[in-house]
């Protein structure tokens, strides 16, 4: 009897052991299940968070034109630098925003990373975006000879199509759909500087998908012609004055026929004008633009081609925030920009300046004469041809070119490892 008293205590006690060792790994497997419901729960928080940084980034960017202008050429803002831990209550943590220009010319990365409150872990959403709008200091939409003393400063150069004849310059960035003649003529696995951003070893990116290209506002500035005060142009034959719309009190810059860009009559006086507001369209062809042109205002339309020959002013322009990015090529970039003394943002006398402002070809542009200078940024739908001429990029001209509002399109997105 008592044996078997024995052999019950120690049963019951074996199963009170195993009840304790069940009931402790239990309440363990509890204990752990709970801290890795906390955890997901803070890093699925994080993820929400860098998706709220994301997606004010991207309403960051929708909020103007000359805002999508600006990141993309590189400028950079407050609040959206990782400069700022942006705080949302409702889901418990901070988000930190950048905007920056790239990997392709006229598009823009937002990188975007969040941190739930009492948790290391960051989360990082990255993505890229793209606007069929994007102005550099030279954008064809049909295809460019680069010439050898075509030259073009502070800004790049875009062509929808391709660039034929090989660049002299090894400045600025390059940006082609198709090929480049000289740089790379083969579609495949190295086109350039893209998407690696090795602009230290090319100055182009052949091949890229640079999408739609930019949509001018005609009609508005059809409409800006017509409301501005200009002196009459000459016609293109003759020595009588060009078809024009006539707005009270004043001629218009508003043309209907092709046009010199000179007074009226034969006494030979240069075209002088100087108006930052004044629109001049011309609904047909240039035919000519003579060397001691002199033109400042906001831009300069043509349906058909155009003649440029002007280089007659000394004009104080103001190198753009991040013009040394154009010069970035080892050695002939950086030699380059080095020798010239130039530094981002400081004021720079172009000497022999014909235009500044907004210039837009609907047809093709030369210069039979050769020789031509101009700031601030030129959009030609047709071919470039000309001999020698020297374009300098103004980010401000090209920011208030009026285009349509094109959608904003993400093109890629991913999640990466990063740091706070």
């Known amino acids: 009897m008592h044996k078997k008293r024995g052999f019950a205590f120690v049963g019951a006690l074996i199963a009170v052991l195993l009840l304790a ?11 752990m299940e709970s801290v890795k419901t906390v955890r997901d ?15 004010r980034g991207y309403w960051k960017l929708k909020e103007t034109n000359q805002m999508w202008i600006a990141v993309s050429s590189g400028t950079t803002f ?39 409150d009492g ?11 793209t606007k069929g709008n994007a102005l550099g200091a030279l954008t064809v939409s049909g295809g460019i000879q680069y010439k050898p003393n075509l030259e073009v400063h502070w800004g790049p150069v875009i062509t929808y199509t391709s660039i034929s004849h090989s660049p002299s310059q090894y400045y600025p960035r390059k940006y082609s759909a198709g090929q480049i003649v000289g ?29 739609t290209p930019p949509t001018v506002k005609l009609d508005e500035y059809r409409e800006k012609a017509r409301q501005s005060c200009v002196p009459p142009l000459k016609r293109a034959t003759g020595n009588s004055a060009a078809t024009h719309y006539i707005l009270l009190g004043c001629d ?45 205002i906001e831009a300069l339309l043509t349906t058909g081609n155009m003649d440029f020959n002007a280089r007659s ?85 090209a920011a208030n070119v009026v285009m349509d509002d094109s959608a904003i399109t993400r093109v890629s997105w991913d999640e990466i490892a990063t740091q706070w």
């Open 21 to 31: 060792l069940i009931v402790t790994t239990l309440v363990s497997l509890t204990r």
């Open 313 to 397: 002013t000394n004009y104080v322009a103001t190198i753009p925030g991040n013009a040394q990015d154009q010069y970035l090529k080892n050695p002939e970039g950086i030699n380059y920009w080095a020798s010239k003394g130039w530094n981002n943002n400081d004021p720079y006398t172009i000497t022999g300046c014909g235009m500044h402002g907004f210039l837009y070809v609907a047809g093709n542009i030369g210069n039979a004469g050769g020789g031509s200078t101009m700031c601030g940024a030129i959009f030609v739908l047709g071919s470039v041809t000309t001999n020698t001429m020297t374009v300098y990029y103004d980010q401000a001209v």
């Open 119 to 129: 948790d290391k872990e960051v989360r990082t959403i990255r993505a890229v975006y």
């Open 41 to 55: 729960k803070k890093k699925t928080a994080s993820f929400h968070l860098a998706e709220a940084g994301l997606d």
């Open 183 to 211: 740089r790379d003529t083969v579609n495949d696995a190295n086109n350039g500087a893209l998407p690696s951003e090795d602009w230290a070893n090319y100055d182009y990116a052949a091949f890229q998908d640079l999408g």
């Open 78 to 116: 407050e609040g959206y630098d990782f400069d700022v831990e942006h705080r949302d209550d409702k889901m418990g943590g901070v988000y930190k925003i950048s905007l920056a220009s790239g990997p392709a010319s006229g598009q823009v990365t937002i990188t975007a990373k969040g941190k739930a």
């Open 252 to 296: 218009s810059g508003y043309y209907t026929e092709d046009v010199k860009i000179a007074p009226p009559g034969g006494g030979g006086s240069p075209y002088l004008l100087t108006c930052s507001t004044c629109v001049i369209f011309v609904e047909g062809n240039i035919a000519q633009m003579p060397n001691d042109t002199w033109l400042n």
